[in-house]
């Protein structure tokens, strides 16, 4: 059964540097998403993706993101300049069309921490 | 932000007993929902969904139930099995946007 796929799992990093977490959606989705669930809370919306266009931010998605799709294949988040709350697990998730969008299949995420 | 809420953290039932596991919401506009499943070290897994046009969608041993006038949704398992031992999460979503709103989830302990 196809799947989503995060890399890395983890990834620890020093507050102010940037990170990029990688995701390979399912083969013949065509929108995307990223969350995060900071511990001990709600996963909660970043950003959605389609057409190689931002299609919905949250607040929490500030000019510090951006996310990318490089090639048919990767869909990246990137932190520019990393806080300490930005410590969090990020899913990625993708769906096939605009009519199932709610259906999301999300990555198993990486668990970012800054330091 | 509480538009949507899972009030009961944690909920144990015995192996072939139903699990009820139950989610409000407070914004009117929401028109789709959807539970998902969760295991440690993974990410939420699909389980469910139903529409706001509809106050009842079946599959297998899940069901979810909508009552639109009470803000309420509800996710029955019958019969629980150890394997459903997870955490739940009561999604939303307004107007086709792809944006979930989710609840914090209750942990699900099924015994053996």
């Known amino acids: 059964e196809p799947e989503v796929t995060q890399t890395p799992s983890h990834q620890v990093t020093q507050m102010g540097q940037e990170v990029i977490l990688r995701c390979v959606p399912i083969?013949?989705?065509?929108?995307f998403y990223w969350y995060r669930q900071i511990l001990g809370q709600k996963v909660e919306f970043l950003v959605s993706f389609y057409n190689n266009e931002i299609s919905e931010k949250s607040e929490i998605f500030d000019d510090q993101f951006s996310v990318e799709r490089p090639d048919g294949s990767n869909f990246t988040l990137k932190i520019r300049s990393t806080k300490l709350e930005d410590s969090a697990m990020y899913f990625c998730?993708?769906?096939?069309?605009?009519?199932?969008?709610?259906?999301?299949?999300f990555g198993p995420g990486t668990r970012l921490l800054v330091l | 932000d509480q538009q949507v809420k899972q009030n009961s953290p944690s909920l144990s039932v015995q192996e072939g007993r139903i699990s009820i596991l139950n989610c409000d919401y407070t914004?009117?506009?929401?028109?789709?929902f959807l539970w998902y499943k969760k295991y440690p070290a993974e990410g939420p897994t699909f389980l469910i969904s139903i529409s706001s046009i509809k106050d009842k969608n079946e599959d297998g041993r899940f069901t979810v139930f909508l009552n639109k006038s009470a803000k309420h949704l509800s996710l029955h398992i019958v019969p629980s099995q150890p394997g459903d031992s997870a955490v739940y999460f009561c999604a939303a979503s307004a107007g086709n946007t792809g944006k979930l709103i989710f609840g914090q989830g209750t942990t699900l302990q099924v015994k053996p």
């Open positions: 998730a993708s769906s096939p069309d605009r009519i199932s969008q709610e259906t999301q299949y």
């Open positions: 083969s013949n989705h065509l929108y």
């Open positions: 914004n009117s506009m929401f028109d789709y």
